[in-house]
C-alpha cells in the first residue's frame, strides 16, 4: 500500500530552524503535487506550501521567506526548510500527495510531525 510517512519534526527555539521530510512509499505508479499542511490545536487545517512534479511552487503569505519547499521526484520526497521560526508556528505538519498507484489516482496523507517552537 502507499504510505507517505513524514520526519523531522521538534521542539526549537524562535529564530531556530527545521528541516522536514517526507518520503512516498509502495507501489507507485507516480506522484504529482506534493505538499505540506499544518493544523494547530482547535483550529483548522491549513496550507503551508506546495510544490508539482516541475517544480511550480506556492506558498501561504504566512511563511514566505521563511520556508522553502523542495522535491526529489526520483526519491518520491518532499521537504520544507523551515527559518526564522516563530511560536505561531506551532503546529502538527502533514505531508499530503496526489499520487496514482494500482488503487487508482487519489491524494494521501501523512502521520503528521509535530513541530513546537517555544523557548
Known amino acids: 500500500q502507499v504510505q507517505l510517512v513524514e520526519s523531522g519534526g521538534g521542539l526549537v527555539q524562535p529564530g531556530g530552524s527545521l528541516r522536514l521530510s517526507c518520503v512516498a512509499s509502495?507501489?507507485?505508479?507516480?506522484?504529482?503535487?506534493m505538499g505540506w499542511y499544518r493544523q494547530a490545536p482547535g483550529k483548522e487545517r491549513e496550507l503551508v506550501a506546495t510544490?508539482?512534479?516541475?517544480?511550480?511552487?506556492n506558498y501561504a503569505d504566512s511563511v514566505k521567506g521563511r520556508f522553502t519547499i523542495s522535491r526529489d521526484n526520483a526519491k518520491n520526497t518532499v521537504y520544507l526548510q523551515m527559518n526564522s521560526l516563530k511560536p505561531e508556528d506551532t503546529a502538527v505538519y502533514y505531508c499530503?500527495?496526489?499520487?496514482?498507484?494500482?488503487?487508482?489516482?487519489?491524494?494521501?496523507w501523512g502521520q503528521g510531525t509535530q513541530v513546537t517552537v517555544s523557548s
Open positions: 499530503n500527495a496526489a499520487i496514482r498507484s494500482v488503487s487508482g489516482p487519489r491524494d494521501y
Open positions: 510544490i508539482t512534479s516541475s517544480w511550480v511552487r
Open positions: 509502495g507501489s507507485i505508479f507516480s506522484v504529482g503535487a
